[in-house]
């Protein structure tokens, strides 16, 4: 029978928003004392009740689940799910609300990667100082310091203050010394959404080895890739509350298809899209998805027809737009960028279209999503993720009727076998 490492039941945090002092001073306190009674009087006159619960929110509510030793589990949701404010609870961090959590063996947590680093201290020092509050005892650090200046790859700059490092210096070293830990259960809150490509892989990689070693690990990541790889099962949260678990694949392709009811179906719905970042000073209204001969069905061999409409007070100076498709696991799969091509004049009228026709992707079949950005001078004027999809439908580029399948690859190009010399058997 499996030992328990994390007991969750009945878990729930709430929080007060839109407090206007978190932290007043006395006088303030003494006065909101005194004046209260006399509040709450005029309140029952007129009356006006206060609305029980207004400036509260619930990060979680109701939570319970249970991960056995040796388990590695995902924790997946959009952001504002609940994913870091469940493990802050699960690393002492913070209490909740109701309901309680057990945890079985000493627990160590990557959380904000960098906390407790002092900036006037050097990297050596830090070394210490923040082993130190992960619960490292002297000698154990001492005896991983090499390890962890290795792995960090700062060496040089050991005894100069942290506060001079550049961002990735400074999380390398943050990293190195939360990840040679040793603790029975490691919380990880989504460590690989910085550093470089070569760091990530690299933590991906320490991450793995901690697994395969019998600890176990709680992983909230939004890359479903590294999800899928290191974790055996997967928790989905939104609004505080656990969507869908078990299997990790089962519990990350019925995430990614949830994407599904984010995305507008009408084409002119993007105007309306509230889920957008940049400056705002264009938007992008609308996008059509199409093969070149405007036909909506795509397969592996079409050549893709993005017509991307915008709108803007002004004419648009040094318009760029680019569009990224995704595959299901948030994989990078086409990135077209029109700065890179120069097609677009230099400027463009306050409203309009453009296009961007593609050569054939080949794509395995599958579903994919299409990012959109509108950019001014270089500057972002607006981002939309998961702006449209399309499903790629088979197509024998072949000629032989076999196609791979999507879970095992995702690009199809031509190609020809051949023997070399002369292999006739007698």
């Known amino acids: 029978m499996s030992e328990t ?172 010394v939360a990840a040679h830990l040793e603790p029975e259960i490691l919380a990880i809150d989504e460590v690989l959404a910085v550093g470089d490509a070569a760091f990530q892989k690299k933590c991906l990689g320490k991450i793995g080895n901690i697994a395969k070693q019998g600890r ?74 199409e093969d070149e001969n405007g036909d909506e069905i795509i397969n592996s061999a079409s050549r893709l027809k993005l017509t991307i409409g915008y709108r803007s007070e002004k004419p648009i100076l040094h318009p760029q737009f680019s569009a990224t498709i995704y595959d299901y696991s948030d994989i990078g799969l086409v990135s077209l960028h029109s700065e890179r091509t ?4 230099e400027v463009l009228p306050p409203e309009g279209q453009v296009t961007c026709i593609t050569e054939p992707l080949y794509l395995t079949p599958g579903r994919c999503f299409i990012n959109l950005a509108l950019l001014k001078g270089g500057m972002k004027a607006d981002y939309i993720e998961h702006a449209g999809y399309f499903d790629v439908e088979a197509h024998d580029i072949y000629g032989s009727g076999k196609l791979p399948d999507r879970s095992w690859v995702v690009c199809l190009r031509k190609y020809a076998w051949s023997t070399v010399g002369n292999q006739n058997v007698q």
């Open 216 to 289: 176990t690990v709680l992983f909230v990541s939004h890359n479903m890739s590294a999800i899928r790889s290191l974790c055996t099962r997967a928790y989905s949260l939104d609004a505080g509350k656990i969507l869908h678990h078990g299997p990790t694949h089962d519990v990350v392709d019925h995430y990614l298809k949830s994407f599904k009811s984010l995305i507008q179906p009408e084409n002119n719905a993007l105007d309306q899209r509230k889920e957008r970042t940049g400056d705002g000073s264009a938007k992008i209204v609308s996008l059509k998805i």
């Open 5 to 176: 490492a994390v007991k969750v039941e009945g878990l729930s945090k709430q929080y007060r928003i839109g407090e206007p002092n978190a932290y007043p001073m006395f006088r303030e306190a003494l006065t909101e004392a005194l004046l209260a009674p006399f509040r709450k009087l005029r309140s029952k006159l007129s009356g006006r009740q206060n609305v029980s619960g207004a400036g509260l929110i619930w990060a979680l509510k109701d939570i319970s689940f249970k991960v056995d030793k040796g388990e590695v589990v995902g924790i997946i949701g959009r952001n504002g799910a609940g994913k870091s404010t469940l493990l802050k609870i699960l690393s002492g961090i913070t209490e909740p609300t109701t309901g309680y959590a057990d945890i079985y063996g000493r627990i160590g947590s990557l959380l904000e990667v960098g906390t407790g680093f002092h900036m006037e201290l050097t990297g050596r020092e830090n070394i210490f100082m923040n082993g130190a509050l992960l619960g490292m005892r002297r000698h154990e650090i001492k005896k991983k310091f090499d390890e962890i200046v290795d792995f960090s790859e700062v060496e040089a700059f050991l005894d100069t203050p942290v506060k001079r490092y550049s961002s990735g210096m400074y999380m390398r070293l943050a990293f190195a």
């Open 342 to 345: 120069n097609d677009l004049p």
